[in-house]
Structure formats: C-alpha cells, structure tokens
C-alpha cells in the first residue's frame, strides 16, 4: 500500500468516527445545538475544516502538488492554533455558564479541556517542525487528531456508568487507534516507528495528566471559582 493511501484511510477513518460520535449524540437528543453558544458552533467548524484538511493533505502529495500542499499546511498551522485557543476558551466558559456534564467535576471538566487542547496544539506545532522528515510529521498529525478524539468517545462511551474505568477506557481506544500505525510500521519497516511509540506515550501521559490534575488543590479552587 502506497503511504499516501494509508494516511489518507487513517484521516478518512478517524473523522468519520468524529463526525458520528457527536452527530449519534444530537439525533438521540442529549443535546440541542440551536441553544449552543456561537463560540461553540465556531469551535465545530474549525474541527471539521481540520478533518478535512487532514484527508486532503495525503491525496495533494499523491498527486505531487506539493507547492498547494505546503500552502494549506500554513493554513493548517493557523487552524491548530485557533483551535487550541478556542478550545480552552470553550472550556472556560462551558464551566463558568454550568454548560458541562453533570457527571464530570468542574476540575476534572476544566483539566481535561484545557489539557487536550494544549496537547493537541503541541504536537500539531511538532509536526510543522518535523514537516521534512514526512515519516514524523505524518505520525504527529495523526497523533494530535488521536488525542482530540475523547470528546467523541466520551459520546459514544457509557461514561456515566463507568466511573474510575471511564479516563481507562478511553486511553485504550487511543491507544487501539495507535495500534493501528503499529501494525502499518511493523508491515511497511519491520519495526515500530519512533514516533509512534512517542504518540503512544503521549496518548498516556495525557491521560495520567488529567487525573492527577484534576486532584490538584490549586485546580480544584479555580475550577470551583469559575463554577461559582
């Protein structure tokens, strides 16, 4: 399999799965869209203009238009940021206008928010870094969209009635998405590639992360201001 197809796949797979997860979610009515926010419904299109620039990307180095491919990696860059920072702010202001899941705590609600959006951002700005070694900055990319897949998992997962194995739960469904670059590397090389070994790490130190922010007594007294 050409890489280009495979990434493309990935891209494919994992926006599909993004785009069901919150769209099963609207259609069962746990949630009504039209009261949302606007910041809320910007946050939505930004995601989806990053999904699909994440599938086009591999078909413009398939055809060899690297200069349009360059060109919306720039915007891509930008997205990301705009992105990261529209995250936290949602976040934020999800906690302060009591717009979160009543079975999340307000510092495990602000933590996890505020730390997804951040990693994301850090490993999109990775990839740029790393844009000339293609086999990094292909895992990068991949990896940062792994990482904001928990709000579409926390859609599809029972959540509510896995308690403690909830933030376990959904370290293993990253983590199988990994596997599958795994299995990609171990097919295509012979072995597992770096970088994905470091998304992987990633993936888990994330979710170590928010648990043990969430604990932290500083957090728990900004969270509980800002939910006041």
Same mark, same amino acid.
């Given at each position: ?11 494919? $797979?994992?926006?599909?799965?993004? *785009? ?13 869209? *039209? ?28 055809? %060899?238009?690297? !200069? ?5 990696? #720039?915007?891509? %860059? ?12 949602? %976040? ?14 307000? +510092?495990?609600?602000?933590?996890? /928010?505020? /730390? ?5 951002? *850090?490993?999109? =700005?990775? =990839? ?9 900055? #292909? ?26 194995? !909830?933030? +376990? =739960?959904? =370290? ?17 090389? $012979?072995? *597992? ?6 998304? !992987? ?5 994330? #979710?170590?992360?928010? @648990?043990?922010?969430?604990?932290? +007594?500083?957090?728990?007294?900004? !969270?509980?201001?800002?939910? @006041?």
């Amino acid at each position: 399999m050409r890489p280009e197809v495979f990434w493309q796949r990935m891209a494919i $797979g994992l926006a599909l799965f993004i *785009v069901f997860g919150f769209l099963q979610f609207a259609l069962r009515g746990f949630v009504d869209p *039209v009261a949302a926010p606007f910041w809320v419904h910007m946050h939505g299109v930004l995601m989806l203009a990053w999904l699909g620039l994440l599938i086009v990307q591999p078909t413009l180095v398939s055809q %060899g238009n690297f !200069a349009r491919h360059r060109q919306l990696g #720039r915007i891509g %860059g930008l997205l990301a940021l705009f992105i990261t920072c529209l995250g936290i702010f949602t %976040g934020v202001a999800s906690l302060m206008l009591n717009r979160f899941p009543p079975f999340f705590s307000p +510092p495990y609600f602000l933590v996890l /928010t505020v /730390t997804e959006s951040l990693v994301f951002g *850090v490993m999109v =700005a990775w =990839a740029i870094r790393r844009r000339r070694a293609t086999d990094w900055h #292909r895992r990068l990319m991949i990896g940062a969209t792994i990482i904001i897949l928990e709000p579409a998992l926390g859609r599809l997962l029972p959540i509510p009635l896995m308690g403690p194995w !909830a933030e +376990p =739960a959904v =370290a293993l469904c990253q983590l199988a998405v990994v596997a599958i670059i795994a299995s990609y590397d171990q097919r295509s090389r $012979g072995a *597992v590639h770096p970088a994905t070994w470091a998304v !992987a790490a990633i993936v888990i130190g994330t #979710r170590v992360a928010i @648990s043990l922010l969430s604990m932290a +007594p500083p957090v728990i007294a900004l !969270a509980t201001r800002l939910a @006041s």
